[in-house]
């Protein structure tokens, strides 16, 4: 009887074991939250030596499974793994060995239709093997090994311009630095069949100030250099000739690595690992968010009035503007000063009014700062630019761990 009632125990107490689920919420930061607040929530089941770790959408849809070998923050992945969009849609597929992406991996857009495979050796290098979409380009950092490299920028009305050099014969061009753009270039670069072509059949609809739309065809570049580093098929948008630049080093390349501005210096540095820059731990560090369109979003706090999703975009000339719609949510008291004047992009000229809130309070992150705050009647896009990073002697955008620094 005894033999029957400790097999019986046993029994009961290893399919509790092998089947216990704990269950951790998290808010849209993937920070411990309660359930009220969360926007994820992960369940874990063992699974022989290994766990069996499940991230969920709150709507219940998975956002990742995959095989670790440790659930302490933070997980170690050691196996299979598949990521999925918001509709249940796999992103990316494949495996991990001790968190490092080993393998072929998948990795698919547009609900699943464009397809690119992807192989990771063990040191951390990666080729692309082929896409499944003629008309999707794929920009590669043709790197071996960690790297930095520096190089000079000019500052023209808050605006960044660097040399860019394109093609074997490392032809110069100058190009501003946008973090809102992708990648473009104006005739001069896209007529140069030495290491230009166009992507037959690819085009997009871009807004001009009043509202109307401008096709523009898409080139690919063979080749691109700064300092010492190179990008391989760079994805570029034709772009409206000037007298200023060539182009834009848009958000595609961007999007690749870390990238370190110095206004002291007047430097711009890359680096494909953020522990290859120094003195870290000085620097004041503000979460962000990328978008789709590799855009970085950042959100202000005006006296709990959050406004959300504003992109940081260095081909911005000002510190803060705002839609006139969120505008006024924080102009609550009529304190705008208001003038009229002419709002231009490379294609038209609008008459409109401008609105200014002078050293207004706002957080991001738990950081304060002070700045005055733009509007007009036809802007539509929230936007921080260059003239507020200025104030910092440093900047670093960490597009690989989703973070923004700035020193003093």
Request: proline share 1%.
């Amino acid at each position: 009887m005894k033999t029957l009632l400790l097999t019986i125990f046993l029994s009961i107490y290893i399919n509790f074991c092998f089947s216990q689920k704990d269950t951790t919420f998290f808010d849209k930061d993937w920070k411990k939250c309660v359930r009220t607040e969360a926007h994820f929530f992960r369940v874990i089941k063992k699974d022989g030596d290994n766990y069996l770790v499940k991230d969920m959408y709150i709507n219940n849809r998975p956002q990742m499974i995959a095989i670790c070998s440790s659930i302490e923050e933070p997980l170690i992945k050691n196996g299979k793994c598949t990521f999925y969009d918001e509709n249940g849609i796999i992103t990316s597929q494949g495996s991990y060995s001790n968190n490092k992406q080993v393998g072929l991996w998948m990795k698919l857009k547009n609900n699943g239709q464009d397809t690119t495979l992807v192989e990771y050796s063990l040191n951390g290098d990666f080729n692309y093997i082929k896409s499944t979409n003629k008309n999707n380009v794929v920009t590669t950092l043709n790197l071996s090994k960690t790297h930095t490299t520096t190089i000079p920028f000019i500052e023209k009305e808050n605006k960044l311009y660097i040399d860019v050099y394109f093609g074997k014969n490392k032809i110069k061009k100058v190009l501003v630095f946008d973090t809102d753009a992708p990648f473009s270039a104006d005739e001069s670069i896209t007529n140069d069949t030495s290491f230009s072509k166009i992507i037959n059949g690819k085009t997009s609809k871009i807004n001009t100030v009043n509202g109307k739309k401008s096709t523009v065809n898409h080139y690919v570049a063979n080749e691109i250099s700064i300092g010492d580093i190179s990008f391989n098929q760079v994805e570029m948008w034709e772009h409206q000739n000037n007298n200023l630049n060539n182009g834009l080093f848009g958000s595609n390349v961007l999007k690749t690595g870390i990238w370190q501005i110095n206004f002291v210096k007047h430097t711009l540095t890359f680096a494909d690992n953020i522990e290859l820059i120094k003195d870290l731990k000085s620097y004041i560090k503000i979460p962000i968010h990328i978008n789709e369109k590799n855009q970085i979003m950042v959100d202000l706090n005006f006296d709990e009035i959050i406004i959300k999703d504003i992109a940081v975009d260095f081909g911005f000339n000002l510190t803060v503007a705002l839609s006139k719609v969120d505008f006024d949510l924080i102009d609550s008291n009529h304190k705008a000063i208001v003038a009229t004047g002419s709002s231009n992009s490379s294609n038209d000229k609008v008459r409109t009014n401008f609105y200014t809130l002078k050293n207004k309070k706002y957080l991001i992150g738990n950081t304060e700062f002070k700045t005055d705050i733009f509007s007009n009647d036809i802007n539509r896009k929230n936007l921080i630019g260059v003239a507020f990073f200025k104030q910092f002697d440093i900047l670093i955008l960490d597009y690989k761990n989703r973070n923004l620094y700035i020193k003093k």
